[in-house]
C-alpha cells in the first residue's frame, strides 16, 4: 500500500518550481484570454459536462491558470477576490496537498440543490449554503465552527457529510467538498497520466502542443484534450517552450 502511495504521489504531485528555471508556460497563442476572470471561464469551457450527465459543475484546477499566467502571485490575488466577493468557491481535492478545484460559487449552489431534490436533508444542505456563500473563504471547518457559528447540531453535520458538501479531514474538523466528484478525480488523474505518457514517448520527450492536441486519444482521456494540457503545464510536469512552430512541450525530469 505504502508503495502504491508513493507511485500516485510520483506521478501526480503538482511540481514545485525549481530555482533558476525558467517558466515557458503561457498556453496562451491565441487560444486563452488574458485577465484572470476571462481565463477561468474559458478553462471552464473545456469542462465535459456531459461526461457526468451534468450532475457537477465545472470544475478547474487553481494550477491550470498558471499555464495560462505566468504570475502566480497576480493569479493567487485575483482569485482571493473572487472568493471574498462570494463568486468562486476553492477546494482541497484530496489526491496532492497542492491539488485546489476552481467552482464559481452560483453552479455549485445549482448542482448541489438539484442533487437535494426530494431528500429529507435538503433544508439542511440550504442552510450551509447560506452560510457559505454570504461568503465564506474556508477550505474546511472545525467541529466548534460548525456548531457555534453555524448552529448546527451533530446529526445536521451527518446530513451534510451524507449529502456530500462535506468530507472529513480528521476528528473533528471537515473538508468542503463537491458532491458526486469521485469520479472526476478517477478520470482527472488517468487522463493526466495517459497525456504525460504520450509526451514521454514523443522523440526526445517532447511534442508540439499542437499537434498533441490533434492526436487520437484513449479511452483513459476522457476530458478534453486542452484540458490536460492546461493541467501538466500548469502543473509544470511539462515544460512549454516558445518555438517558430508553436509551443513545444517537453517532459521535465523528476
Not at 52 to 64: A, E, S, T
Not at 165 to 170: E, S
Request: one cysteine or more; charged letters at 30%.
Amino acid at each position: 500500500m505504502n508503495r502504491k502511495r508513493a507511485l500516485i504521489s510520483d506521478t501526480f504531485k503538482v511540481k514545485k518550481r525549481r530555482n533558476g528555471t525558467q517558466k515557458f508556460g503561457a498556453v496562451n497563442d491565441g487560444d486563452g484570454p488574458t485577465d484572470v476572470r476571462s481565463s477561468l471561464e474559458y478553462l471552464m469551457t473545456l469542462f465535459p459536462r456531459k461526461l457526468f450527465d451534468d450532475r457537477l459543475p465545472p470544475i478547474v484546477m487553481k494550477h491550470q491558470l498558471y499555464s495560462v499566467h505566468d504570475d502566480k502571485t497576480l493569479v493567487d490575488k485575483e482569485l482571493n477576490k473572487l472568493r471574498e466577493r462570494g463568486e468562486l468557491l476553492m477546494f482541497q481535492l484530496g489526491f496532492d496537498s497542492d491539488a485546489f478545484g476552481l467552482v464559481f460559487a452560483s453552479d455549485y449552489k445549482t448542482k448541489v440543490l438539484a442533487g437535494e431534490d426530494g431528500r429529507p436533508t435538503r433544508a439542511t444542505v440550504e442552510r450551509f449554503l447560506e452560510k457559505l456563500l454570504c461568503p465564506c473563504t474556508e477550505l474546511s471547518f472545525s467541529k466548534d465552527k460548525m456548531l457555534r457559528e453555524f448552529l448546527f447540531t451533530d446529526s445536521e453535520i451527518t446530513h451534510l457529510v451524507k449529502s456530500g458538501v462535506l468530507t472529513v479531514r480528521d476528528a473533528g474538523s471537515w473538508w468542503l467538498s463537491i458532491p458526486n466528484s469521485g469520479k472526476f478525480t478517477k478520470y482527472f488523474l488517468q487522463g493526466r497520466k495517459a497525456v504525460l505518457g504520450m509526451v514521454k514517448k514523443s522523440k526526445y520527450s517532447e511534442v508540439l502542443k499542437a499537434e498533441l492536441e490533434e492526436r487520437r486519444t484513449t479511452s483513459h482521456v476522457k476530458f478534453h484534450m486542452k484540458y490536460h494540457i492546461h493541467d501538466i503545464v500548469g502543473a509544470e510536469l511539462v515544460e512549454s517552450i516558445p518555438t517558430t512552430s508553436g509551443a513545444l512541450l517537453r517532459c521535465v525530469e523528476s
